[in-house]
């Protein structure tokens, strides 16, 4: 089984310049570039004379600028989230102030348990309400235009994908994306969920993503199954640890991603615990006390011999 997966980071923008991605689908890319963020992250608005907006992106004045002019003598009548991480989410009150639109988002319960990534602290925006909340299946109509919600949680609870209807596009936020694997953070993320949702695409017969971060996908299908085949792939690396006596999930990390970044290596701890929560839901894998970053784990079996 192979690790590798096929990124495209070989992409260009031009920061707040509006680019035509599909028919009816212009992209403007906010000049927010980072480590999790890519080039920055990207608001899509679909339709002309009504449009919905997808993703403001941060609360930046440039980019909101850049999405003012985009829409210079239409109507926003929507603005839809795909979830409330910020370089997605910060711009949407002030968007909504500057053009109006109502704020539709996946609802989604304030969570008594921290997050901590170096450097993407405080990242969710937990305080924010829409105007109306979708559910998997529902329908955003404008004029000319129509968006199928898809609940697609793993990456977070609440994030929404919107198939265009007609079009065979899917803009899926960060739930699939060309330039990288999705993070999957515990307890904001869950990989059961994760993999449940990319099940779910894989049923579809779409031709195009359109993610929040890089550029479009042309093969989804390809791809989703190179994301599933990856998790499959590093779940059996991290089983490899443990039957080797690695039971702590920084010597994991060392191992298996010896050349990251040091500023990475936050967000791969929380990978690798994301996949030990799964292995122990499936009785796989066993944790002295509580599971956390800092636990001993151990394979059940292993757990099983001592105990005999």
């Known amino acids: 089984m192979s690790a590798e997966l096929a990124f495209n980071r070989s992409a260009e923008v031009d920061y707040g310049v509006p680019e035509e991605v599909a028919p009816g689908v212009r992209r403007i890319v906010a000049n927010n570039p980072g480590p999790y963020t890519f080039l920055g992250s990207n608001t899509y608005l679909v339709g002309e004379g009504e449009v919905a907006v997808i993703d403001p992106g941060p609360s930046d004045p440039a980019h909101l600028d850049a999405i003012a002019q985009a829409t210079r003598g239409q109507r926003v009548s929507h603005i839809l989230l795909t979830h409330r991480h910020r370089d997605h989410s910060d711009g949407v009150r002030p968007l909504q102030e500057r053009l109006g639109g109502e704020v539709l988002a996946f609802g989604r319960e304030t969570s008594a348990r921290t997050i901590n990534i170096p450097g993407i602290e405080g990242f969710i ?37 919107f198939a265009l209807v007609g079009q ?24 059961e969920d994760f993999l449940a949702s990319l099940e779910k695409l894989m049923a579809r017969n779409d031709k195009v993503f359109l993610p929040g971060h890089g550029g479009r996908i042309q093969t989804p299908q390809r791809v989703v199954r190179a994301y599933m085949m990856h998790r499959k792939w590093r779940e059996q690396t ?45 009785g796989l894998v066993t944790c002295e006390g509580s599971p956390g970053l800092l636990s001993a784990y151990a394979l059940a079996e292993q757990q099983t011999s001592r105990a005999s």
């Open 125 to 161: 925006d937990e305080t924010l309400q829409p105007d109306r909340f979708l559910k998997d299946g529902d329908e955003v109509k404008g004029q000319g235009w129509s968006l199928d919600v898809i609940h697609t949680p793993g990456h977070a609870p609440d994030h929404l994908c």
């Open 168 to 191: 065979r596009t899917v803009f899926t936020g960060d739930h699939v994306m060309g330039w990288n694997t999705t993070v999957i953070a515990p307890p904001e993320g869950s990989l």
């Open 238 to 282: 991290i089983l490899a640890c443990l039957e080797d006596g690695v039971n702590h999930i920084a010597p994991i990390v060392d191992r298996l991603y010896g050349g990251l970044d040091d500023g990475l290596k936050g967000a791969a701890a929380l990978s690798v615990f994301a996949h030990l929560e799964y292995l122990m839901a499936r």
